[in-house]
């Protein structure tokens, strides 16, 4: 089953802001070790590829299985309603591909950890 991944972030006015994350997917990409065949990344609202045009993208390259990836720190509306809306609509059009919604970043049991290690980065780097 050809597996594919989703990075959704909320999307800015600012264009730098977008590039980090395009910036931070292709970084995903480069360390998967082939765990998905393709990853891309969209946009809630402000920047484009939206949810439904990056869905889109990865079922037209072949996707049959897509984890959606919400790049968020809390269970705000965004996560709680708009992606998975988004997400249902992908899906109704596309029953033959199964497509699920990942837990959100701020759960994952290593954020404790990556934060204190990003804060040993910083303190190393001003000594």
């Given at each position: 089953m050809k597996k594919s991944l989703l990075v959704v972030a909320h999307g800015s006015r600012r264009q730098a802001s977008n590039d980090e994350v395009r910036a931070l997917t292709e970084r995903v990409r480069a360390e998967s070790n082939e765990r998905f065949a393709a990853i891309e990344c969209a946009f809630l609202e402000l920047a484009e590829p939206s949810i439904p045009d990056g869905l889109?993208?990865?079922?037209?390259?072949?996707?049959?299985?897509?984890?959606?990836?919400?790049?968020?720190?809390?269970?705000?509306?965004?996560?709680?309603?708009?992606?998975?809306?988004?997400?249902?609509?992908?899906?109704?059009?596309?029953?033959?591909?199964?497509?699920?919604?990942?837990?959100?970043?701020?759960?994952?049991?290593?954020?404790?950890?990556?934060?204190?290690?990003?804060?040993?980065?910083?303190?190393?780097?001003?000594?």
């Open positions: 889109a993208r990865l079922i037209a390259d072949g996707a049959a299985h897509i984890t959606v990836l919400p790049y968020f720190l809390s269970a705000g509306r965004h996560v709680a309603e708009d992606i998975p809306e988004e997400v249902e609509g992908v899906q109704a059009a596309h029953p033959d591909v199964h497509i699920e919604i990942a837990p959100y970043l701020g759960t994952s049991e290593v954020m404790p950890r990556l934060l204190l290690t990003m804060l040993g980065d910083s303190a190393a780097a001003s000594a």
